[in-house]
């Protein structure tokens, strides 16, 4: 069975400082794919990135990284220079190969950006 | 183009009343999925379905909760009779499942959730 944990429930930071949120997963699938998704206040869910098993290299957009590791079943990601924007709760969901498309989606951690 | 499109976006109904969500998925997407999100649970998954047919249910709660997919461009979410153990945030999303090309599985996109409140 898949399995998505994020043991940060909240985390605060200050305005400019780097955070990084973590995300472990289990599967027994050999082929399988990793999301984010961002939620803000106005709830609606957005997607962020999603990242192959095959494919470890790190990716960046913007401000945004994820580092992607099988060796330790993580898929983490960092905020740089965080902004009051950034506040929300963000979630990492799995999806294995193999049968349909379900999502299966860890707890969420809030991250509260203040000025 | 347009989204996912849930309506209503907030809903507040007495405990024995029926509730229907409904939501339009983006045009062109195969797959359609209830999600449902409470503080306890988080986000679960209720019903999907690929093209029209419902896949897997098992994440219905019970009886109560029915869904229909008559056609590619609708769906509904009914609750019958509602409870207040049934408040919270309802979330549509659609996908193609799997890309053409390199069969990855695909994006599920979302909709703006119905918040439902059963007083």
């Known amino acids: 069975a898949q399995k998505v944990t994020q043991a940060q429930t909240e985390i605060s930071v200050v305005e400019k400082e780097d955070v990084t949120l973590d995300c472990v997963y289990e599967t027994r699938d050999t082929t399988y794919y990793l999301f984010w998704y961002k939620q803000p206040p106005s709830g609606e869910l957005v997607f962020l990135i999603r990242r192959n098993s095959f494919d470890e290299q790190n990716e960046i957009s913007g401000r945004y990284s994820w580092n992607f590791q099988k060796s330790t079943s993580s898929f983490n990601f960092t905020i740089t220079a965080s902004q009051v924007v950034d506040s929300a709760v963000y979630f990492c969901a799995l999806s294995e190969n193999s049968g349909y498309s379900t999502l299966t989606f860890g707890k969420g951690t809030m991250l509260l950006v203040s000025p | 183009d347009a989204g996912v499109i849930q309506s209503p976006r907030h809903e507040v109904t007495e405990m024995g009343q029926e509730v229907t969500l409904r939501c339009k998925p983006i045009?062109?997407?195969?797959?359609l999925f209830w999600y449902r999100q409470t503080m306890m649970r988080g986000l679960e998954l209720l019903i999907y379905?690929?093209?029209?047919?419902?896949?897997?249910d098992s994440g219905m709660p019970e009886d109560r909760f029915s869904a229909k997919m008559p056609n590619a461009s609708f769906s509904t979410l009914k609750i019958q009779p509602s409870e207040p153990r049934d408040s919270a945030v309802y979330f549509c999303?659609?996908?193609?499942?799997?890309?053409?090309?390199?069969?990855?599985?695909?994006?599920?996109?979302f909709g703006a959730g119905t918040r439902l409140s059963v007083l």
């Open positions: 379905f690929n093209n029209n047919v419902p896949i897997d």
């Open positions: 045009s062109g997407h195969d797959y």
């Open positions: 999303a659609s996908s193609l499942g799997r890309d053409r090309v390199s069969f990855a599985k695909n994006i599920q996109y």
